[in-house]
């Protein structure tokens, strides 16, 4: 597929998920204006040819699209704001926010854009550095439907799915829960398998048959196979991001007034202090070595 906008196009955010993603536009035919606060990730993008800006307002003044792919609400918010306040006499751009970000923020940058007759797409992805290489993400979008039409040439490119989830916010929602079920879905698969292993069931041996029956998920049919089994641990995302979302899925519980006693245990465990440090790859907390050694270590202090 060839990407054709009318409009011009930038990228801000040239870490593990932006740069690629910038890369694929590229690739695809657009020339993206990228930026990103480190010097270094400027210097990887400039070698792969893209151009390269020195500050977030040169960004939203060069793209009547701005794709942003930032490490946490804060920043996005902080990032918005600088770039609209240095607009000068150019348009407000349309804002496609890739970032795991807040619904109450994504509400509020989506007003000011639109006081200033720009537009504001919340639309976190899944599917990790790997499907930002291949593009094959999946985007969970909130925001308004003609929004999402206009910038759809720009999401067909990067991904293989587009999910309208609802009105600004919406994205933003879907993510927190989607990431909390991942989260639980690995402590749940490490169990089992541990539980298969101890009953004399060689562990990929029970890992195929749970994803030819019921039990099956993507985590056990992609991140077990890819990055568990195999004792790789490096599908790129980081123990520190995922406990970042875990984290969301909490506070959003209490914004809205909802027990959740299952996710809160879960949490109790990624944010444990035997769990990975926040350098180590996620996938690290599905070794179902995890839990057999914790059982080796209880039933020999017990003895």
């Known amino acids: 597929m060839t990407l054709n906008l009318d409009r011009g196009l ?15 536009l590229h690739a695809a035919g657009a020339d993206p204006l ?23 307002a040169g960004a939203f003044r060069g793209g009547g699209i701005v794709l942003l792919s930032l490490p946490n609400a804060e920043i996005v918010e902080a990032t918005v704001s600088e770039g609209l306040s240095g607009l000068g006499d150019s348009p407000a751009p349309i804002i496609i926010d890739a970032s795991t970000s807040i619904a109450e923020v994504s509400r509020r940058m ?17 599917g990790g550095p790997a499907g930002a290489v291949k593009g094959t993400l999946t985007f969970m979008v909130g925001g308004p439907a003609a929004t999402l039409e206009i910038c759809r040439p720009v999401l067909e490119i990067l991904g293989k799915k587009t999910l309208h989830a609802g009105e600004v916010g919406a994205g933003n929602i879907a993510k927190i829960a989607n990431n909390m079920m991942v989260a639980s879905h690995f402590l749940v698969a490490r169990e089992c398998l541990a539980l298969a292993q101890s009953a004399g069931l060689e562990a990929g041996a029970a890992l195929d048959v749970v994803n030819a029956a019921t039990g099956g998920s993507t985590v056990t049919q992609v991140h077990f196979p890819t990055w568990v ?38 949490a109790d465990h990624w944010t444990g202090p035997e769990a990975p ?26 003895a």
């Open 34 to 56: 990228c930026f990103d606060i480190d010097a270094e990730a400027r210097g990887a993008a400039e070698a792969d040819g893209l151009r390269v800006c020195t500050s977030v």
């Open 110 to 126: 989506a007003a000011a854009l639109d006081a200033l007759g720009g537009a504001f797409l919340d639309a976190p992805v899944s």
């Open 229 to 266: 089994m195999t004792r790789s641990f490096d599908s790129g995302f980081t123990m520190g991001l995922m406990r970042k979302d875990v984290g969301l899925a909490l506070s959003l519980a209490e914004e809205v007034g909802l027990d959740i006693p299952l996710s809160r245990l879960v």
């Open 10 to 24: 930038a990228v801000i955010g040239l870490g593990r998920m932006g740069l690629p993603m910038a890369r694929g």
């Open 277 to 302: 440090a926040d350098a180590a790859d996620f996938t690290e907390m599905g070794d179902p070595e995890t839990v057999l050694h914790a059982s080796r270590t209880k039933k020999a202090r017990s």
